[in-house]
């Protein structure tokens, strides 16, 4: 990897990068991502800036386990029965923020640029162990978009990332860094993105519970449905 624009860190290093307010490329069980601590509004404005991504688009956020996850959205929205079937997994939920204050432009903990117009945050929890590491030991849920500029293809593999995205990220000196699948994590699976849903609030339709579905993904409407869940 000596060709790398940018820092190749182990797990120790990627993890003080985060909490000093750093950005790191990490595997996922999907593609690389592009994250930062979801907290850490600063950062959360370079993953902007770095991936050339329109501000009106939240980002979505990857979680550690439940717990993590309950920290920053109310999971109480989701069917339990949901989140018990597709988590750990490549499912993002689209949930009302933890503590949200619409007014005020943000969450607890949260800058406004992960928040929908409705005060809504987009979370899973990862299955993928070397992600899971990460945002449990940085202390806190991660955001999660994809590690590409904004409409390009995403990466499965470090080798495939721009060399635009690397060479940004290695300007940002301690700020940044590359943490690759090989350093005690698997790699991505490619294929396609999570899949993300949002629950919604007339519940039940013929005995199934209904999910708007917001993007296809790795988890598709078929399993959902025979979970049962209806996407609409």
Not at 35 to 60: H, W
């Amino acid at each position: 990897m000596s060709h790398s624009p940018c820092r190749v860190l182990d797990l120790k290093a990627a993890v003080l990068c985060l909490r000093r307010g750093g950005v790191l490329i990490f595997p996922t069980e999907t593609f690389y991502g592009l994250g930062c601590l979801a907290a850490d509004g600063e950062a959360v404005a370079r993953i902007y800036q770095l991936k050339r991504r329109p501000v009106q688009q939240p980002l979505p956020l990857l979680a550690a386990d439940v717990a993590q996850a309950e920290a920053v959205a109310r999971l109480e929205a989701a069917p339990p029965e949901l989140l018990a079937a597709f988590w750990p997994g490549p499912l993002t939920v689209l949930l009302p923020a933890r503590a949200a204050d619409v007014a005020q432009g943000g969450a607890r903990g949260l800058p406004a640029a992960v928040l929908n117009g409705e005060g809504k945050v987009a979370v899973r929890v990862t299955p993928h162990s070397l992600a899971a590491r990460l945002a449990l030991l940085a202390g806190g849920a991660l955001t999660a978009s994809s590690a590409n500029l904004s409409g390009r293809a995403p990466a499965r593999h470090w080798k495939d990332l721009a060399p635009e995205l690397l060479a940004a990220l290695a300007e940002l000196g301690d700020l940044g860094g590359l943490l690759p699948a090989g350093r005690g994590g698997e790699q991505p699976a490619g294929g396609a993105p999570s899949t993300l849903v949002e629950p919604l609030e007339d519940a039940e339709r013929g005995g199934q519970k209904r999910l708007r579905l917001l993007r296809a993904g790795a988890i598709s409407a078929q399993a959902l449905a025979r979970a049962g869940f209806m996407c609409v």
